[in-house]
């Protein structure tokens, strides 16, 4: 199997913070050093959310902008991917970054049960994401909680409202939400080979079962995410040292496998995006 594979770095998140573990970047200069790092590491796609310097997640587009240029300056490139999540904001303020014009953004394009809470994303707000996604020219990343994701983006492209070729990111893990069981990974991934046989597909995996999804995605051919995001430790009783030291386990995974990594030429070529001045 010789086709590269992509690594995405989740860098922050909205919910570590640095009392969990002191190599969360909160900052954006603290988050641009990270991604710096993992950039080097391997990464070619950095998922970019922002937080208020006392660690509050927030969709500030000004912080935003501040990352997206500090990244576009210390790993030309790099794809960059901002987050329209929704533990940062509500509603339209959701997609207040989007006029900045990243490479990608998340997409979330159903609701679904986290932990102690409904992930709300109401089909308006959706339709909405997405038509501001059509009219910046930004790629969507489809983070898929359930099943009835890839079907409702496999709907939407058809139907005009995203442009393909898709890319759909299997989020495992999530307490009350897809269990990381690999007969459900197979057919999520036969799912999406049978309705969008041109898309792109990523695995990501919460907690201690990154490692796992990593193997499994890049075993399987697909593309995987890992960072400080997801997950915050390197095993059992050791919390993990940086963003680039889990960027550089996932590569030995890739090696293990006999994938390349994707440098960010492949990387945009793979995902349709224009090759910009490294």
């Given at each position: 199997?010789?086709?590269?594979?992509?690594?995405?770095?989740?860098?922050?998140?909205?919910?570590?913070?640095?009392?969990?573990?002191?190599?969360?970047?909160?900052?954006?200069?603290?988050?641009?050093?990270?991604?710096?790092?993992?950039?080097?590491?391997?990464?070619?796609?950095?998922?970019?959310?922002?937080?208020?310097?006392?660690?509050?997640?927030?969709?500030?587009?000004?912080?935003?902008?501040?990352?997206?240029?500090?990244?576009?300056?210390?790993?030309?490139?790099?794809?960059?991917?901002?987050?329209?999540?929704?533990?940062?904001?509500?509603?339209?303020?959701?997609?207040?970054?989007?006029?900045?014009?990243?490479?990608?953004?998340?997409?979330?394009?159903?609701?679904?049960?986290?932990?102690?809470?409904?992930?709300?994303?109401?089909?308006?707000?959706?339709?909405?994401?997405?038509?501001?996604?059509?009219?910046?020219?930004?790629?969507?990343?489809?983070?898929?909680?359930?099943?009835?994701?890839?079907?409702?983006?496999?709907?939407?492209?058809?139907?005009?409202?995203l442009r393909g070729?898709?890319?759909?990111?299997?989020?495992?893990?999530?307490?009350?939400?897809?269990?990381?069981?690999?007969?459900?990974?197979?057919?999520?991934?036969?799912?999406?080979?049978?309705?969008?046989?041109?898309?792109?597909?990523?695995?990501?995996?919460?907690?201690?079962?990154?490692?796992?999804?990593?193997?499994?995605?890049?075993?399987?051919?697909?593309?995987?995410?890992?960072?400080?995001?997801?997950?915050i430790r390197w095993?059992?009783?050791?919390?993990?040292?940086?963003?680039?030291?889990?960027?550089?386990?996932?590569?030995?995974?890739?090696?293990?496998?006999?994938?390349?990594?994707?440098?960010?030429?492949?990387?945009?070529?793979?995902?349709?995006?224009?090759?910009?001045?490294?």
């Amino acid at each position: 199997m010789t086709t590269p594979c992509i690594i995405c770095v989740a860098i922050t998140g909205s919910v570590p913070r640095k009392e969990n573990n002191p190599a969360v970047p909160i900052t954006v200069s603290e988050q641009i050093e990270s991604t710096h790092e993992s950039f080097e590491a391997g990464a070619s796609i950095a998922h970019c959310h922002v937080r208020l310097d006392d660690g509050t997640p927030t969709s500030d587009p000004e912080r935003f902008a501040r990352l997206k240029e500090g990244i576009e300056k210390h790993c030309p490139g790099m794809i960059v991917q901002l987050s329209t999540g929704g533990r940062s904001g509500a509603g339209s303020a959701r997609g207040g970054m989007l006029p900045l014009a990243p490479d990608m953004a998340s997409l979330s394009v159903g609701s679904n049960n986290f932990p102690t809470r409904v992930y709300e994303n109401p089909p308006d707000l959706v339709d909405w994401l997405a038509a501001e996604m059509l009219k910046y020219d930004v790629k969507p990343e489809i983070e898929a909680f359930d099943l009835s994701h890839i079907f409702q983006a496999v709907k939407m492209q058809q139907d005009g409202r995203l442009r393909g070729p898709l890319h759909i990111q299997f989020v495992m893990g999530v307490k009350n939400a897809i269990p990381v069981d690999r007969a459900v990974f197979d057919f999520y991934v036969e799912t999406v080979r049978r309705l969008a046989p041109d898309a792109t597909w990523c695995g990501a995996g919460v907690g201690k079962d990154q490692v796992t999804l990593n193997a499994w995605s890049i075993a399987a051919g697909g593309h995987t995410r890992t960072g400080l995001e997801d997950n915050i430790r390197w095993d059992r009783d050791t919390l993990a040292p940086s963003n680039a030291a889990l960027v550089r386990r996932t590569a030995e995974i890739c090696e293990k496998h006999a994938r390349p990594v994707a440098s960010w030429q492949q990387a945009r070529e793979i995902l349709g995006l224009p090759l910009k001045a490294g």
